[in-house]
């Protein structure tokens, strides 16, 4: 009975509030990234923001068998994102290389048993983006891309690979 009549009362009180006076609270905190669960654990937005000059607020994750994916975005957009996938294997640094590695990459030095990094040229739908791809020492195929919102030409995209490639090695580090 008691908890009726407390109901009661809350709704009473709710019910004689008007927006008139309002003032708005704080912004709602925004969750680690890494409470999305799978290849997002190894993300941080204070982190991925600073070393890349982005304003991501929001994770999701997903897993499909052996590999673990994980997007960031900003509250509200859909661009720019950030793509981390993690997926097992018993490749070794020749055939990652020969057979994983896209066409046209480059090869990045200190990072992984091999790494390469590649612009993102933009096209109608998306703007131009960057991607760094590494064979960790643990046995993990990494991806990390960026893109960049629609519109934003070509030479942002190469501007972003020294960032993503940053970012890359502490992902590395904090992945072995």
Avoid at 49 to 77: E, H, I, S
Wanted: glycine content about 10%; some cysteine; proline content about 9%.
């Amino acid at each position: 009975m008691r908890t009726v009549a407390g109901v009661l009362a809350v709704l009473i009180l709710l019910a004689g509030c008007d927006d008139a006076g309002a003032h708005p609270g704080p912004a709602p905190s925004t969750a680690p990234a890494a409470a999305a669960g799978g290849a997002c654990q190894l993300l941080d937005f204070p982190v991925v923001n600073t070393k890349l000059g982005l304003d991501l607020a929001v994770a999701a994750a997903a897993t499909q068998d052996n590999t673990f994916t994980c997007v960031l975005q900003p509250r509200g957009a859909a661009t720019p994102d950030l793509v981390l996938s993690v997926t097992a294997t018993t490749i070794g640094a020749d055939i990652y290389a020969s057979a994983v590695q896209p066409k046209g990459a480059v090869p990045v030095e200190g990072l992984g048993a091999a790494a390469y990094q590649l612009q993102i040229p933009a096209t109608d739908a998306t703007g131009a983006g960057a991607e760094v791809g590494w064979l960790a020492g643990n046995k993990r195929i990494i991806q990390l891309s960026v893109h960049l919102p629609p519109g934003t030409p070509d030479p942002a995209g190469a501007d972003l690979l020294p960032k993503l490639v940053g970012l890359a090695k502490l992902i590395d580090l904090s992945s072995l």
